[in-house]
């Protein structure tokens, strides 16, 4: 390991706040990369949403912005606007979420930013885009009624449910580092950089993957179907002698080698579920068969029993289990970001590196935290290029 991010060296602008441009920025300063979070004196919305806490901050907050020095900027205040505007001048990446046009005013948009910053590659971060849905305010919750995520969520019989998380404003904020990646690698032969934008409901209809394919090349319309799989089955949670357990078969080696565990080999061969499109149209048919089985032991003795036997299952866990279980495999799901009495225990990033390495060493800053540090930084930079003249 080199002990260095493969991002290290980039200096990244962060005006965006709540979760998905905070999410992007924070797995680049994971990576390596110096993050400068702008903030209003007030500080991002998050900072507010509790509980729960730990020491009287926001675990939500804490989430999302390690690794990241804070400037408490008020852009209405010329002084501050304008260390605003020198810190996106000398920006490898900006990125954002106001609504589109908002940062015009301030100057801080990409025509304006791009003038005195050829190089930047600039982010923005919408929820419906900067054209006819501009004017609509960008919450992930709205985005997962109106895709349609909520209408394939929760019980046949029952009400539509929001996912468990803001799922798209995850997928955004990833979607957003994939597109500011993908600027930087064209900038390495052009030299230039250029404005990158997606929105939340874009994300959200290319996240739906196999769903808005049923519908944009197939015709149909999909419904909510509980913890069922529209084209798999098994592929949902079944009853064991104490409760459910996840049961999976994705092809038709799988079914059989989980009729041969389960002592019903006979199954493979009946003529109704030999295949997957037999078994996913005899679902109805075949759900008894597998439950009656599958009542003869325990969820732990079917998991290690499945597992053994190469079928996909799994117990299914609170957040706290999935954490331990993690743990259990070795995969350290936490780690420990600061030192001392500062240090805040979060979840590690997903990403290992076989030569560079990813850090914890800045835990999420209080607002404001590095105004003077970031000023002093940039007065050293100006000073320097003065000197050189």
């Known amino acids: 390991m080199t002990g260095e991010g493969p991002l290290s060296g980039l200096v990244v602008a962060d005006f965006s706040r709540i979760l998905a441009g905070p999410y992007a920025t924070m797995l680049m300063a994971d990576m390596g990369a110096e993050v400068i979070k702008v903030e209003s004196p007030g500080g991002d919305d998050t900072r507010t949403w509790v509980p729960p806490t730990r020491d009287g901050v926001s675990t939500y907050y804490l989430s999302i912005n390690r690794n990241k020095r804070s400037v408490a900027l008020d852009l209405r205040d010329e002084a501050d606007l304008a260390v605003a505007r020198e810190i996106a001048s000398r920006a490898d990446v900006l990125i954002e979420n106001f609504r589109p046009g908002g940062l015009a005013k301030y100057g801080l948009d990409h025509a304006s930013v791009s003038t005195l910053n050829p190089g930047v590659v600039y982010a923005s971060i919408s929820g419906f885009g900067s054209g006819g849905g501009a004017h609509l305010p960008g919450y992930d919750l709205m985005v997962q009624a109106i895709s349609g995520l909520m209408s394939l969520t929760g019980d046949p019989e029952g009400q539509p449910f929001r996912a468990g998380i803001s799922v798209f404003d995850v997928v955004t904020g990833m979607h957003a580092l994939i597109g500011i990646l993908g600027a930087l690698h064209e900038r390495e032969s052009s030299g230039l950089g250029q404005h990158v934008e997606v929105n939340l409901l874009s994300s959200a209809l290319s996240g739906l993957v196999n769903q808005t394919a049923a519908y944009v090349a197939g015709g149909t319309v999909p419904t909510r179907m509980g913890n069922a799989h529209p084209s798999l089955f098994p592929y949902e949670p079944l009853p064991a002698s104490d409760g459910d357990i996840i049961v999976i078969a994705g092809n038709d080696r799988q079914f059989a080698t989980l009729c041969e565990a389960l002592g019903a080999p006979g199954l493979a061969e009946d003529p109704r579920f030999r295949t997957v499109g037999d078994r996913t149209e005899n679902r109805e048919a075949l759900r008894p068969l597998l439950v009656e089985r599958l009542g003869e032991r325990t969820r732990a003795e079917w998991f290690d029993l499945l597992i053994k036997a190469g079928v996909p299952a799994g117990p299914i866990n609170t957040v706290a289990e999935g954490v331990e279980f993690a743990d259990g495999l070795g995969l350290d799901p936490v780690v420990q970001v600061g030192e001392g009495d500062e240090a805040v225990p ?36 100006a000073d320097a290029e003065a000197g050189s003249r």
């Open 346 to 381: 979060l979840v590690r990033n997903p990403l290992t590196f076989s030569r560079s390495s990813v850090r914890y060493d800045r835990p999420p800053p209080q607002v404001g935290q590095h105004t003077e540090e970031v000023r002093a930084w940039l007065d050293g930079l």
